[in-house]
């Protein structure tokens, strides 16, 4: 077959468009078909109706990223597409849907976003899809993270198999490290528990850069090293991990509650800090011990001045210190996380901070005890219907033995037992 214009492939796509297999025939002629054009002939995209022939859009356009070395003259009519393309043309092809926008997402291009987030929502609705991972990781790059906003409230589709185990993972993981970005850490450690308990093959293979992550956001949020779900099965001491000893550490620094000596020794890890590009995480857990200690003298006084703090909570004594003490007081007085009033050179402590984590941590056991309950129920279930075919047979017994009695006997108990299990004279 001789190499068609772009013109002529798009006459032949609407004129497939009134036949009953409009589908078939699109994708048989466009993979079959060699494109004759010039990057500047792509404009007659502009005039190609997206709504109406979105199938053999999509197709074309998977086409012609076979003949360009140099895929940017193509991503303002795939943004076009997007937003333009009819969901129920396109529902037969989801998987291939998937596949594509992953491809175009690992070359880099400068890709909408929201754009790519709006055309996901259209197909699949607010559900993880294959997409995603890609989507989190071209953010990642890019360091776009606030655009991340809207994807992060997805959930696991009905159809599991519309999404594969491991993009399920990826979604939470993945968004944790932008939810850390986001400085959303009481979410980012959600996730990070969501993402431990994917059924994954063999979950070996990523539970080192998940715990990094897990162990730093459960400092910020719980000031501890939180224990991991009850459905894993091994311990970060099960891996013989230099990493992960580093990573230990600084958890038993965190610990010991002193912003000086974490400060100090800190520094010793700065390199594998930087090598996981989690350098970012230090300076709040730094402002997350000062806040403790603040918190701590709460506890203790009703006043403290402000160069008492800075002296005993790990904050620099020149102006840029107060500067940064004087920001944070301000935020945490905002957000509800600490009663307490600013006054001149003093700080008024109004009463004890508001425990806004505790309810996320009891949250978090009633999450990790689940598993016992459902055992503990499932015990109860089948001793109660051991108890209660024990009672049946009492219940037969006691009809028997009625019998020999007159009217007049009492037998209120057998009464009250029958009425207890329903049972009607």
């Not at 998987?95 to 790519?116: G, H, K, M, R, Y």
């Not at 185990?165 to 959303?184: P, T």
């Not at 001793?383 to 009695?405: D, G, M, P």
Request: net charge neutral; aromatic share 14%; charged share 20%.
């Amino acid at each position: 077959m001789n190499a068609l214009t772009l013109d002529q492939v798009q006459k032949k796509i609407e004129g497939f468009f009134q036949e009953d297999d409009y589908k078939s025939k699109t994708r048989s002629f466009l993979t079959s078909t060699t494109i004759k054009f010039q990057p500047f002939d792509l404009q007659f995209l502009e005039h190609v109706d997206k709504t109406t022939f979105s199938f053999g859009v999509f197709y074309l356009l998977q086409e012609l990223t076979k003949y360009l070395n140099d895929f940017s003259p193509l991503v303002p009519y795939i943004h076009q597409f997007l937003r333009k393309f009819n969901p129920h043309e396109l529902q037969s092809e989801r998987t291939q849907f998937q596949l594509w926008l992953c491809e175009l997402l690992s070359l880099n291009l400068n890709f909408s976003v929201p754009i790519i987030n709006g055309a996901i929502e259209r197909l699949f609705g607010k559900h993880i899809t294959n997409i995603h991972p890609a989507l989190f990781k071209y953010i990642i790059q890019t360091r776009q993270f606030s655009l991340a906003r809207p994807l992060l409230s997805a959930t696991i589709h009905p159809k599991l198999n519309l999404v594969r185990v491991e993009s399920a993972f990826e979604y939470y993981y993945y968004g944790a490290v932008i939810l850390c970005h986001l400085k959303q850490f009481e979410k980012a450690f959600c996730f990070l528990y969501y993402a431990f308990v994917v059924p994954l093959p063999d979950f070996t293979l990523y539970f080192v850069p998940v715990y990094k992550y897990y162990l730093f956001t459960s400092l910020l949020v719980f000031h501890k090293t939180m224990p991991l779900p009850q459905t894993i099965g091994f311990k970060p001491s099960h891996f013989n991990s230099d990493e992960l000893h580093v990573y230990s550490q600084i958890a038993s620094l965190f610990e010991s509650n002193n912003t000086q000596l974490f400060q100090r020794e800190l520094s010793s890890f700065v390199a594998q800090l930087e090598k996981d590009e989690m350098i970012h995480l230090v300076e709040d857990l730094i402002d997350s011990l000062r806040f403790a200690q603040i918190k701590e003298l709460t506890r203790i006084y009703t006043s403290k001045s402000i160069d008492f703090i800075l002296e005993h909570c790990g904050f620099p004594t020149a102006q840029d210190g107060r500067q940064q003490l004087l920001l944070l007081l301000t935020q945490w007085i905002s957000k509800g996380l600490l009663n307490a009033r600013i006054d001149g050179e003093k700080v008024l402590f109004l009463s004890k901070a508001i425990a806004r984590i505790a309810s996320l941590e009891n949250y978090i056991e009633r999450m990790d005890s689940l598993l016992g309950d459902i055992r503990s129920f499932q015990r109860r279930t089948r001793l109660s219907k051991k108890n209660l075919a024990q009672t049946q047979e009492e219940q037969r017994i006691t009809f028997t033995t009625r019998s020999h009695y007159s009217d007049d006997d009492d037998l209120s108990g057998t009464s009250s037992f029958n009425e207890l299990l329903g049972v009607r004279k």
